[in-house]
């Protein structure tokens, strides 16, 4: 296996610049993850380490090699794209072997790779089969499978689980995973799922835009977002931002006042005193005032209910704070309807705040 190193890299399509200044060191057997929304640069960026399109400035090195100008077929790398992309006239074994035949692979090896390979994703009893016989998450295992029988440096996964339905993607983003510990492979992810980004990666990029806006482990990413972006698009509800004005260190608006405990972020408000500024909270550190855990104080946040979501082990609540919507995820089966009056109890251990004009994070 090898690291991926990407400096100064730069994509450009006539005046429109689609990938800008793209710096990322990927370690051996990392499995790194772009995420982002759609045209923000992260599919490009991994076909730029592909060889499938040109750099327009910069450098990208595999191993001991920059790569800028070598073929696909030099680079050492396979690739798992979203369309499984599988020979309907051939069979499972065929698909899987027919990379290794064109490079004139002798037999014996070629077939040992072919089982073992369907060995790890456990698609020996499909061998035989045709892929119009196949459902979509045994394709789209062939098409892993005949990635893993190249035994490449690097593994390039272009969004591999968008077709399936979300049980099977739950179940392969589970073999994935094992997959990666088994084969010890440097592997780089594109998707635009960050729930997949936070149960695959071992760190992750979040792109917007063709920029990186923050590189740093799932856990880091969503305890300590660098900006607003980032912040609003890793975790799932995603983070509610509130306008407030600092007053006296603490978060003011109209139906709420919160107090942040002593620590980085009140040092970081004092700057800030009589500025309006984002308060930002995740739905699963707000509470129903009487039914939760979560100590009161000086952080209640007032509001009427415009949206109900019961899920069984949580409910998912839609409220208006004067004007601004909030999420809340509150345990249990709350006995809430739309129109009701409700005090939500905010845990003040897990604020965070955002600069107004730049979206960067205060106190981080």
């Known amino acids: 296996m090898a690291e991926v ?4 890299v730069y994509k ?7 990938v800008t200044d793209f710096n990322l060191h990927i370690q051996d057997k990392e499995f790194m993850v772009f995420v982002g929304p759609s045209g923000c640069g992260k599919s490009t960026t991994l076909r730029m380490i592909a060889g499938l399109e040109e750099i327009s400035d910069g450098v990208v090195r595999i191993g001991d090699k920059v790569v800028n100008d070598m073929p696909p077929k030099d ?6 794209f979203q369309n499984y992309a ?17 490079r004139k692979t002798p037999k014996a090896e070629i077939d040992k790779r072919v089982r073992e390979a369907a060995q790890i994703l456990q698609i ?18 062939v098409a892993l499978g005949r990635a893993i029988v190249r035994e490449p440096k690097v593994f390039l996964m272009d969004e591999p689980l968008s077709n399936l339905d979300a049980k099977l993607r739950v179940e392969m983003r589970s073999q994935i995973g094992k997959l990666h510990r088994r084969l010890g492979a440097t592997i780089i992810y594109v998707t635009h799922d960050q ?11 979040v792109m917007k835009d063709g920029h990186i806006m923050q590189v740093d482990t799932p856990l880091n990413l969503y305890d300590y977002p660098k900006n607003k972006f980032v912040a609003g698009f890793i975790g799932s509800p995603s983070m509610n931002f509130l306008t407030a004005t600092v007053s006296g260190g603490k978060f003011v608006g109209q139906n709420l006042q919160v107090a942040p405990p002593a620590g980085t972020l009140a040092e970081a408000l004092r700057a800030h005193e ?3 500024i984002w308060m930002g909270i995740r739905p699963e550190h707000i509470g129903l005032r009487g039914f939760t855990q979560i100590p009161e104080g000086e952080n209640i946040v007032r509001g009427t209910v415009e949206i109900v979501e019961p899920l069984g082990a949580q409910t998912d609540l839609l409220v208006d704070v004067a004007g601004q919507l909030l999420t809340a995820k509150v345990e249990g089966h709350a006995q809430v309807r739309p129109g009701d009056k409700v005090e939500l109890v905010v845990d003040v251990t897990k604020l965070h705040a955002f600069d107004l004009q730049t979206e960067e994070a205060l106190g981080r």
């Open 5 to 8: 190193v990407l400096n100064n």
């Open 274 to 276: 009589g500025k309006q």
């Open 86 to 102: 599988l020979y309907p006239h051939m069979n499972v074994y065929e698909n899987m072997a027919f990379g290794l035949r064109l």
């Open 124 to 141: 020996e009893h499909l061998l035989d089969r045709k892929p119009k016989e196949l459902s979509g998450g045994q394709r789209q295992r």
């Open 75 to 80: 680079r050492d790398i396979a690739m798992v």
């Open 12 to 18: 450009r399509y006539g005046k429109v610049t689609a």
């Open 195 to 205: 729930v997949e980004a936070m149960t695959m990666g071992s760190r992750i990029v």
